[in-house]
């Protein structure tokens, strides 16, 4: 198989695997752990089980567990009390569920054994030998390019493995799993590794990976690895396509855009009707769905020869990121949600819903969704033209009263509604009745009506149902 065709479904892949590690996940080393007990350095060092074992638990600094040899088990954190109890928290790296140990331990500092016990069968017990040479311990500092910082929900994976022909993974020996902190511009980590990785595996590299809702973001690789303790091993992180940053994605809104979507030799573009703006799709999880959904379409030729481009409505966000050629910078579409497709329509026949006597199902307050609750009538909005009234539903409360409408201008006079309490659509009336009350313009887009304040402000996206 082509590498171009290998690597989004890797990527896939990686990204179910770490979008379940939890928020418990191992903070970054930089957080200010508390000062250990004295029980705690005492603890404190690595132990390899007895018996012949390969399983190697380290209890760091900074109450940081490491295991090594542990089939599908990550360290997070652990701690002693004073009733010879150690607290290990892990994590389950397949399900991305944290568990909890609490096992009773005997430590015998003369002939440095640590003996845990515990009742539960499937707990971390046996006899533990002080071992410092069974773990060879690598730390640096991550950085990301400059401009950029960590986005938000990113997931930090750091892994030693072997590569194939193409360069590709093809063999994780151990990896590491984390959620470094948002907007932050490097981390530091700490990452052990048994010295039989390094002799069984001497071809294997270090590899930083940051993705977001499935998509790779960042990748870095170390320099040479030794087999040796290295403390000043810093990784540089290369800033892919469609990489955002932590403070241009937390303040990008949410919209709803309608457009034609073609996918021709690995590449996605999003030509929205509505401007003729054309947008690279950047690859995530919402961005894979719009290509499954253009591939099952079998789009038939255009006079191009290429397949032609399917019509559809998605709700996503237009980032700024790193274009194909080094330090250039577009606009691109991550795609949130793929809304419906319309395989018979184009820009052109797209059709436009009226702006009076059409019910409009509201969908966005500002860059957040709308979910109408269970048992609860959908937020909705009708202007009835021949009356010049408007009715509708804040979310919960029915409500009425006058506009006016001039062209693209709309604005709404004061607002009656019932005084109802519901269990739920309460959290929304608020800010859908402020909307309306500072609508001063609207956009009519393909079936979507767009609420606009005096400076052009989005407040609030409906979506037309169906037509009086």
């Known amino acids: 198989m082509p590498r171009s065709s290998r690597l989004p479904a890797l990527f896939l892949v990686l990204g179910a695997l770490l979008s379940a590690c939890s928020d418990d996940a191992?903070?970054?080393?930089d957080n200010a752990p508390p000062p250990p007990t004295p029980q705690e350095k005492t603890l404190n060092g690595v132990w390899q089980e007895t018996g012949g074992s390969a399983r190697v638990m380290v209890l760091g600094d900074g109450q940081q567990l490491h295991l090594l040899g542990f089939e599908d088990l990550q360290g997070r954190h652990w701690q002693a009390d004073q009733a010879d109890t150690l607290q290990l928290k892990m994590l389950v790296?397949?399900?991305?569920?944290?568990?909890?140990?609490?096992?009773?331990?005997?430590?015998?500092?003369?002939?440095?054994?640590?003996?845990?016990?515990?009742?539960?069968?499937?707990?971390?017990?046996?006899?533990?030998?002080?071992?410092?040479?069974?773990a060879v311990r690598l730390q640096g500092r991550i950085t990301l390019p400059d401009d950029f910082s960590m986005p938000a929900d990113a997931v930090l994976a750091i892994t030693l493995e072997e590569q194939d022909a193409d360069g590709l993974p093809a063999d994780i020996i151990r990896r590491q799993l984390s959620?470094?902190?948002a907007g932050s511009e490097a981390v530091d980590y700490r990452f052990y590794l048994t010295p039989a990785m390094f002799t069984e595996h001497p071809g294997?590299?270090?590899?930083?990976?940051?993705?977001?809702d499935g998509a790779l973001q960042y990748l870095g690789h170390a320099a040479d690895l030794t087999?040796?303790?290295?403390?000043?091993?810093?990784?540089?992180?290369e800033a892919l396509n469609g990489a955002t940053s932590g403070q241009r994605a937390a303040n990008a809104p949410l919209r709803t855009l309608h457009g034609e979507?073609?996918?021709?030799?690995?590449a996605a573009v999003f030509t929205e009707c509505a401007s003729g703006k054309r947008y690279p799709v950047a690859y995530s999880e919402g961005g894979a769905e719009l290509e499954r959904a253009f591939l099952a379409a079998e789009r038939p030729s255009a006079g191009d020869g290429l397949p032609q481009p399917l019509l559809m409505t998605v709700t996503g966000t237009l980032q700024d990121g790193p274009g194909m050629e080094e330090g250039t910078v577009v606009e691109q579409l991550f795609v949130q949600t793929l809304e419906r497709t319309m395989p018979e329509g184009n820009c052109a026949n797209r059709g436009t819903a009226t702006l009076e006597n059409t019910y409009w199902k509201l969908t966005l307050l500002g860059s957040?969704?709308?979910q109408t609750a269970e048992h609860q009538r959908e937020a909705h909005l009708v202007l009835h033209g021949q009356e010049k009234h408007a009715r509708g539903n804040l979310g919960c409360n029915q409500f009425t009263g006058s506009y006016e409408l001039d062209g693209d201008t709309l604005?709404?006079?004061?607002?009656?509604?019932?005084?109802?309490?519901?269990?739920?659509?309460?959290?929304?009336?608020?800010?859908?009745?402020?909307?309306?009350?500072?609508?001063?313009?609207v956009q009519l887009d393909g079936e979507t009506l767009i609420l606009l304040d005096e400076r052009g402000k989005r407040l609030a996206e409906l979506q037309a149902v169906y037509l009086y």
């Not at 191992?26 to 080393?29: F, H, K, L, S, V």
């Open 179 to 181: 959620r470094p902190k």
């Open 93 to 134: 790296r397949s399900t991305g569920t944290p568990v909890e140990q609490h096992p009773r331990f005997d430590l015998d500092n003369d002939n440095g054994t640590l003996t845990l016990a515990n009742d539960d069968e499937a707990a971390i017990t046996g006899t533990w030998q002080r071992a410092p040479g069974a």
């Open 261 to 266: 979507y073609r996918y021709v030799a690995d």
């Open 368 to 370: 957040q969704r709308v």
């Open 204 to 212: 294997a590299r270090l590899t930083v990976r940051v993705m977001v």
């Open 227 to 237: 087999g040796a303790p290295q403390d000043n091993l810093d990784i540089a992180l």
């Open 411 to 441: 604005t709404f006079g004061p607002l009656a509604a019932t005084k109802m309490a519901c269990a739920g659509g309460m959290n929304i009336e608020g800010d859908f009745s402020a909307a309306l009350d500072r609508t001063r313009r």
């Open 26 to 29: 191992p903070p970054a080393p």
